[in-house]
């Protein structure tokens, strides 16, 4: 019978997702939970799972194409007599964001008798087979690579395939090359088959200097850009003006998240001047410390763990507006969502229960987090439910700013550069180590006197970080 699998709700209340790619071929047979696809949302890069067992019979969209929530994405030939599809309500086959869809085994009483039971039900990590437990991942074929022809045309603009000779399809079973969603782009807009690509690096996973190193080595050229070009964006012709790129993912998500917040809540910004010669002494310090190998104690995980103490003096400033309910939501944990700048645009993750963590442990959870998002594997589970956010524009050389606030939070704070400046101290004027705060608020939730109170707690606490331990 013909299977159809419609695009599920991916657990965010979205109403579409690009197709980054697919996974699979017309043709191919796949096992349950097999990952078909990679799909891109206004929050983040998700592999979608089989719902099914069997033989690719259409692929509904292509590569780049965005699909609706509901709408026809794969079907395929399985064993029985009757058609069957995956319901289009979008709750009906939610599925959740992870690389490990095939790890999950059923829960014990999840089976279903009758017609229900040829409807795969994709809630969690994937479609749950009766009775089994965890499916295991078929290795994948890998799909024969064509040969140039004497007329020329090739996958690879005209590249010599034959300097790689690709091995009989039937005799070469893998895995798929493991590498990153925008290596995966990268490699895509050069025309690079990452089955080709040998991975340089420890970790074993491709890199873009990896599939540079290959395309020269088949003499294919880097893609030109002109200088009004985005990054990424091949230019069409010598002397182009101007070029277009279809709003969508993070940037369409940004932009309308960051319209709601500016036009929902009435920003204020206020700044601070802070001397704080005595954290980048602690933090060179720590650095210096052999007990720290592997820890990067930055002024950023400084910065973060201040804030924690700060909102402990100050709760007002870790609060949210429920215009629907008619009440203020006062959080007593704080998940602080760290602003990172990514090649798919601005997304801001968070790190849980932030309060509860030592500085080393802060500093370890932002690394972490920072790299992920430039990976782009932040999960949207990752990018939802912050309670205050950090802004780091310094990095940039950029000394203050007015952030705008995360959509449901009452403040972020923005980090600027730290600059050798003189300043007064101890009677003397001195060269220091000077860092401008800036802090948003939304008025609606926080007054004047009581930003001013949290930024000078956080202040305080980066002038003299011995401080801290007075709030602990």
């Known amino acids: ?21 697919w996974l699979v071929a017309q043709g191919e047979e796949v096992t349950l939970n097999q990952p078909i696809a990679e799909v891109e949302t206004a929050k983040a890069i998700v592999e979608l799972p089989s719902p099914f067992a069997g033989i690719v019979t259409t692929l509904h969209a292509d590569a780049g194409d965005v699909v609706e929530v509901g709408s026809p994405l794969i079907a395929f ?18 599925v959740a964001p992870t690389d490990a869809a095939a790890d999950a085994a059923p829960a014990a009483g999840d089976e279903v008798a009758g017609a229900e039971a040829t409807v795969p039900n994709l809630v969690g990590y994937g479609a749950a087979p009766r009775g089994a437990g965890r499916p295991q991942r078929r290795p994948r074929t890998t799909r024969d690579v064509p040969a140039p022809s004497a007329a020329g045309g090739s996958v690879l603009t005209d590249a010599p395939h ?15 090359p493991r590498s990153t969603p ?3 782009a990268y490699a895509r807009e050069r025309g690079i088959d990452l089955a080709l690509v040998e991975a340089s690096g420890v970790s074993s996973i491709i890199r873009r200097e990896d599939v540079d190193e290959y395309a020269a080595s088949l003499g294919a050229s880097t893609p030109e850009q002109t200088p009004s070009s985005p990054r990424g964006v091949a230019a069409r012709g010598a002397f182009e003006r101007e070029s277009r790129v279809p709003i969508r993912g993070i940037r369409k998500h940004t932009a309308a998240a960051m319209v709601r917040s500016a036009f929902t809540a009435p920003h204020v910004t206020t700044f601070l001047e802070v001397d704080v010669s005595e954290t980048t002494r602690l933090v060179s310090g720590l650095r210096a410390d052999r007990r720290l190998d592997g820890h990067r104690v930055g002024i950023m995980a400084v910065a973060a763990k201040a804030v924690c103490l700060a909102l402990r003096a100050e709760p007002t400033l870790n609060t949210a507006w429920d215009e629907a309910a008619g009440e203020i939501v006062q959080y007593h944990y704080v998940n602080l969502g760290i602003a990172a700048a990514t090649e798919r645009g601005l997304v801001v993750p968070n ?31 990752a990018l939802s439910g912050g309670t205050f956010s950090i802004t780091n524009f310094g990095v940039f050389g950029i000394d203050a700013g007015t952030p705008i606030l995360n959509p449901g939070e009452a403040g972020i704070l923005g980090l600027g550069s730290v600059r050798r400046r003189p300043w007064e101290h101890d009677g003397q004027i001195v060269l220091r180590d000077i860092m401008t705060l800036s802090l948003s608020f939304d008025h609606r939730l926080v007054d004047g006197e009581q930003a001013a109170r949290f930024l000078t707690a956080v202040g305080d606490v980066l002038r003299e970080p011995g401080r801290a331990m007075l709030l602990l």
């Open 1 to 21: 019978m013909i299977a159809e699998f419609r695009l599920p709700d991916l657990g965010e209340g979205l109403p579409e997702a690009e197709i980054v790619q």
């Open 77 to 94: 030939e399985v064993a029985g007599e009757d058609a069957v599809s995956t319901p289009a309500e979008p709750d009906a086959g939610r």
């Open 162 to 176: 034959d300097a790689v000779a690709p091995a009989p399809v039937e005799d070469v079973r893998h895995e798929r």
């Open 182 to 184: 925008p290596v995966r």
């Open 351 to 381: 790190v849980a229960d932030a309060d509860r963590l030592t500085l080393v442990e802060l500093a370890d959870a932002i690394g972490a987090l920072a790299e992920t998002a430039r990976s782009g594997r932040t999960t949207p589970a």
